[in-house]
């Protein structure tokens, strides 16, 4: 079982809809990061929390460090927020474990 | 300015042969790391330096082998090329214990 996992695995919305993605982990952890990898393959990283919730334009994250669990929003999706979104913990400080990723398709 | 450049972007390659790709950071960050993402687009860790020394070093072929000459650079130079290499190659620097920045990828085609 893979120590990060990501809900669901594929996504299909039309523009506009409000999308969550989720995210699982179980190993213990003091940070998150969600990255989003765009068709053309470059991975950009939108957000590191650690608590609570961030938001930066119409991303919004949030996790819950009892829980284990972790929430991707995108608030009137748009076909160019169609990429794979991927959940990503830090153990150790050094090592990054990858959950599968979500692939996203918002249709116009 | 790149943060992280990695190079070449695309590399098509006969089996057996020996190759390198190079990574530099501009960031100053202190953690540099390779990244092997699969056809299914799973990223799994290969290595990761923190200033010039290896600390991870994960189950890979020895085959592959990291050179870090200074912490800005990263380079991962792969000996007698397979067909299961063909991936998606990235490289990936820290500068505190939890900011990560991505460089572009290598596409390693192994024919």
């Known amino acids: 079982k893979n120590e990060v996992e990501q809900s669901p695995q594929n996504l299909t919305a039309q523009e506009g809809e409000f999308i969550t993605i989720n995210c699982s982990y179980s190993v213990g952890i003091s940070a998150l990061h969600w990255l989003q990898q765009h068709p053309g393959g470059g991975i950009v990283s939108l957000f590191m929390l650690s608590s609570g919730k961030k938001k930066h334009g119409r991303l919004i994250a949030t996790i819950n460090i009892q829980e284990k669990h972790s929430s991707l929003h995108i608030t009137a999706s748009h076909p160019r927020d169609s990429a794979v979104y991927i959940c990503a913990v830090p153990r150790n400080n050094n090592d990054m474990r990858f959950g599968a990723g979500t692939r996203l398709t918002v249709k116009p | 300015d790149t943060a992280v450049s990695q190079t070449p972007k695309y590399l098509v390659t006969q089996m057996g042969n020996d190759k390198s790709i190079k990574c530099e950071q501009n960031l100053g960050h202190d953690t540099m790391y390779w990244y092997k993402q699969d056809s299914k687009k799973f990223l799994k860790i290969m290595f990761s330096y923190n200033n010039k020394e290896l600390i991870i070093n994960e189950t890979v072929p020895n085959r592959f082998s990291p050179k870090s000459p200074d912490k800005a650079h990263l380079n991962l130079h792969i000996n007698s090329l397979e067909l299961g290499d063909s991936a998606v190659y990235f490289c990936?620097?820290?500068?505190?214990?939890?900011?990560?920045?991505f460089g572009s990828g290598t596409r390693l085609t192994v024919v």
């Open positions: 990936a620097s820290s500068g505190d214990a939890y900011g990560y920045t």
